[in-house]
């Protein structure tokens, strides 16, 4: 068992962490070891669990298994859907996490998990995951609002494809990590949340607008702030 972690960040691509470490200290290591937390201040650590959903759940589990932390916040960038309303830049904190490609995308419309008598977790309504309400009222009022984000597998780079994402989900933003992070901590029993920054848009691939230099800026702040934060 190694030192009580307060806070993890989870982040999972590895210029995400750097941005992170690098707004804390440039001389910190930011090659941080995937799935193996690593202290950032007295009460903020940080784990790069790897991009995707399976990576994000089965390496955040592992860690909740073997020495929990009091909280766990998803933290990386996004792509903003049609009509999301949300500006490169922006730091939104995921009202719902969406699991939204997990079903059967069927000639007639999408048919999600939970319609087809599978449920993703207990009270899966469909509507995905929300944030645990103290970490949520505590991270708001660094952060630009909040907005329904989906967990995507594909990412939206058809506008077709991205169309239906915000349609069928209500979501402002796709990431491909929160809602797996949030259904580990579900069923560990940890409070967690999801914030994203935006870094691009979502549509056909040749018109997408991108700034990973002002995402992974902002990413670095927003940490910085959360050290600041008395969750208790």
Known sequence: MGDSIETLLVLAAANEVTAVT????DRLDADVPVGIPVRLSELLWIMRSGIGKSNAAART??????????RVINLGIAGVLPGGG????????ASRSVFADEGVDAPDGFIDCRSM?????PGDESEGLSPN???????????DG?????TVSTCSGRNDLAERIRRRTGASAESMEGAAVLLACLHAG????EVRVISNTTGDREHQVWDI???????????RSFSDIDFN
Do not use: S, Y
């Open 22 to 25: 690098h707004a804390f200290d």
């Open 190 to 193: 940890v409070p967690g949340a």
């Open 86 to 93: 949300l500006q490169i830049g922006d730091a939104v904190l």
């Open 213 to 223: 230099g002002r995402a992974m800026t902002r990413l670095g702040e927003i940490a």
């Open 61 to 70: 589990a592992a860690v909740l298994a073997t020495n929990p932390p009091n």
């Open 133 to 143: 309400q103290e970490v949520r009222d505590r991270l708001l009022p660094v952060l």
């Open 117 to 121: 008598g599978f449920p993703m977790f």
């Open 146 to 150: 909040e907005r329904v984000v989906a």
